[in-house]
């Protein structure tokens, strides 16, 4: 418990900084949720109109004082209120936090299912021909641009074979999932392959390992008691981070494939200037990103008694 409330306070400094960055950030640059109104076409032309929007969205007065009040807001949990819908912000992402989580999850499923048997195969045979290949697909993984596969998959299993729907979401269909899942797991999937291998090797190549082949240990034994277990805590690090960032990296996928996440939810504030709800969506991916980490830290002393959570 302890450890934990550590971290959750180590946490503080890392949120007062991204929303610093981000209110100064979107307050300094030119623009307002006001001209974005007017690029529209709408109604809000004439000065008084102006005077009275920006009275009332608190847009007048100084930037301090609002910097004020909205971490004000935020020791009450308190996200302020959307510009576009006059709701609360947290009534706005909360209908959008749970798609973005299913699609982090399967993405990172897929890689963790795909990408660590492979790394570890690769690893048992090195310099075959099946380590190549391996490695070839995971540089290939690694290079190719999210949004090109996300497009290719589309083309393939949606318009050629008619297998899976091209986009959209509904509320526990695993069809809707499979391919921006695909198209946003594939990234993770070449990196777990890469740090599996690398790591394996690392341990294989370790004096204990050799010391316990002598000793007349069978492979298959020597690999799950020695290799494996000092190899998870690697992984589950690569793991960690990248479950943790795939939530922002999913922007590009969720506008792709229609994904109400998130992501998309972000694009769109930001194209209307909606301050409140941009703050609050970057507060949540970064939230979710450091609870993720501490969950990691938590589960190294889980699987390795060795390393003391103190």
Do not use: C
């Not at 690029?39 to 102006?50: P, S, V």
């Not at 921006?180 to 599996?196: F, I, Q």
Request: net charge positive; aromatic share 8%.
């Amino acid at each position: 418990m302890g450890f934990i409330l550590r971290r959750t306070l180590q946490m503080i400094p890392t949120i007062l900084a991204v929303v610093l960055i981000i209110f100064v950030i979107f307050s300094v640059i030119p623009g307002s949720f006001i001209s974005s109104l007017m690029a529209e076409g709408r109604n809000a032309t004439n000065a008084d109109t102006l005077a009275h929007l920006n009275e009332q969205l608190g847009l007048d007065q100084p930037l301090l004082v609002r910097l004020g009040n909205y971490l004000w807001g935020l020791l009450h949990f308190d996200l302020g209120i959307s510009y576009r819908t006059r709701e609360p912000v947290w009534n706005v992402i909360e209908p959008r936090l749970w798609p973005s989580v299913k699609l982090a999850l399967f993405a990172m499923g897929f890689a963790a299912v795909v990408g660590i048997p492979l790394g570890f195969m690769a690893a048992l045979r090195p310099g075959s021909l099946f380590d190549t290949g391996t490695m070839m697909v995971a540089v290939s993984g690694l290079s190719v641009p999210e949004f090109w596969l996300g497009l290719l998959l589309m083309y393939v299993f949606a318009l050629h074979l008619g297998w899976l729907p091209s986009f959209g979401y509904q509320p526990g269909s695993l069809k809707h999932i499979i391919l921006p899942a695909l198209a946003l797991g594939v990234s993770p999937m070449a990196l777990l392959a890469r740090t599996t291998r690398a790591g394996v090797l690392d341990v294989m190549n370790a004096d204990f390992v050799r010391t316990a082949r002598a000793k007349g240990l069978s492979e298959p034994r020597l690999v799950k008691s020695h290799v494996a277990r000092n190899v998870l805590v690697l992984i589950l690090t690569t793991m960690g981070l990248q479950i943790g960032a795939l939530m922002g990296q999913a922007i590009v996928i969720e506008k792709l494939f229609s994904w109400p996440g998130i992501g998309s939810l972000l694009v769109d504030s930001v194209a209307a200037r909606d301050i409140p709800v941009v703050q609050g969506a970057v507060l949540v991916i970064v939230l979710w990103f450091l609870v993720i980490n501490m969950l990691v830290d938590i589960a190294y002393a889980v699987i390795d008694p060795r390393i003391k959570v103190s």
